[in-house]
Nanobody
Framework: QAQLVESGGGLVQAGGSLRLSCATS????????LAWFRQGPGKEREFVTA????????HYADSVKGRFTISRDNAKNTLSLQMNSLKPEDTAVYYC???????????????????WGQGTQVTVSS
C-alpha cells in the first residue's frame, strides 16, 4: 500500500534550522510530483514547496523562498525539506504529498495530490 511518512519535526528557536524527511513506499512515487504543505493553528492548509518527479523543477511559496530547499532522492524513495532562518510564523504541521501534477501552475493546488502523510509538527519559538 502506498504510504508517505514524515519525520524530523520538533521545536526550534527563531533563526534556527530543521530538516524534514518523507519516506515513500511504492515505486510509483518516483513518477509523482512531491510537495510539502503546512497547516498552522487556526489556518487553512497551505502550499509550501513542490518538486517534479525528475527533480528538475521546483516551486516555492513566496513566504519560504530563499529559506527552504526541497530535494528528492528517487533511488532512496525519500523527499527532504531543509528549513533555514525559521520564523515563528513557520509554526505548523507539515505534510508531504504526492500527485501526478502535470502543469507548473498546478503544483500549489491541494486537489492535485492524491497521497498524504500524517504530518509532523514544527514549532518555532520567538
Amino acid at each position: 500500500q502506498a504510504q508517505l511518512v514524515e519525520s524530523g519535526g520538533g521545536l526550534v528557536q527563531a533563526g534556527g534550522s530543521l530538516r524534514l524527511s518523507c519516506a515513500t513506499s511504492g515505486r510509483m512515487f518516483s513518477l509523482y510530483a512531491l510537495a510539502w504543505f503546512r497547516q498552522g493553528p487556526g489556518k487553512e492548509r497551505e502550499f509550501v514547496t513542490a518538486i517534479s518527479w525528475s527533480g528538475e523543477t521546483t516551486h516555492y511559496a513566496d513566504s519560504v523562498k530563499g529559506r527552504f530547499t526541497i530535494s528528492r532522492d528517487n533511488a532512496k524513495n525519500t523527499l527532504s525539506l531543509q528549513m533555514n532562518s525559521l520564523k515563528p510564523e513557520d509554526t505548523a504541521v507539515y505534510y508531504c504529498a504526492a500527485g501526478r501534477v502535470l502543469y507548473y501552475d498546478d503544483y500549489e493546488k491541494i486537489s492535485e495530490y492524491n497521497y498524504w502523510g500524517q504530518g509532523t509538527q514544527v514549532t518555532v519559538s520567538s
